[in-house]
């Protein structure tokens, strides 16, 4: 039986204007078979414009039935678009990322942090008439909060927002909309979370009796 897998997060994660085997999630489940570690596609719950007290409230509502094997979450830009402060966006990450260690049944090392990436950079980011260093910044913060947050519980966190940064404006990095990631993009995402997932996701060895 595979082994069960929760994505939660927002956009980026349900791969707005992507296929669904477009998505990170999908593509690093795919990848892992590839490997033989035999993890099944996610049981998703996010949506474009959600926020973290609104992926909360989301979680109420779609009641997944744990524990699984695997969790990730990437969360927390349109907290930031909106304007909403840093602090906000630490307590209302760090409720989620309580969760998402609930629904692996406590097992924090099976869980999976992505940062934000910098949507600034996209040309519906220069286009937007906001201050785009300004939009760096902030993202700096909440993703240095959300790190911190995740080291203090354990849980794995791969940084993808340099690599958004580098290629997020690139034609071939973008959906149709100039500001998400294009399924190309988000095999980058996948390269990076690969060996962490692998890592979390391997058997735990034994020692051999005499």
Do not use: K
Request: aromatic share 8%.
């Amino acid at each position: 039986m595979p082994l069960s897998y929760l994505a939660l997060g927002d956009s980026y994660t349900i791969g707005e204007g992507v296929p669904d085997s477009g998505r990170w999630p999908h593509q690093l489940a795919r990848a892992l078979r590839a490997e033989g570690v035999d993890l099944g596609d996610p049981l998703t719950i996010a949506a474009t414009g959600w926020t973290t007290d609104e992926l909360d409230a989301a979680i109420d509502a779609a009641d997944p039935q744990g524990p699984f094997d695997f969790a990730s979450l990437l969360i927390g830009v349109n907290n930031q678009y909106r304007g909403r402060s840093v602090d906000e966006y630490v307590r209302g990450f760090a409720d989620l990322l309580a969760r998402a260690i609930g629904f692996t049944g406590g097992r924090a090392d099976r869980v999976l942090v992505l940062s934000i990436p910098d949507w600034g950079v996209t040309p519906f980011g220069a286009a937007s008439g906001r201050d785009t260093d300004a939009i760096a910044r902030e993202l700096d913060a909440f993703n240095a909060a959300a790190r911190a947050a995740c080291e203090a519980r354990g849980v794995a966190f791969v940084d993808i927002a340099p690599v958004s940064r580098a290629r997020g404006a690139e034609p071939a990095m973008l959906a149709g909309d100039g500001l998400h990631p294009s399924s190309t993009l988000y095999a980058e995402w996948t390269r990076l979370a690969l060996p962490v997932a692998r890592r979390l996701l391997q058997p735990p060895r034994t020692t051999p009796t005499p």
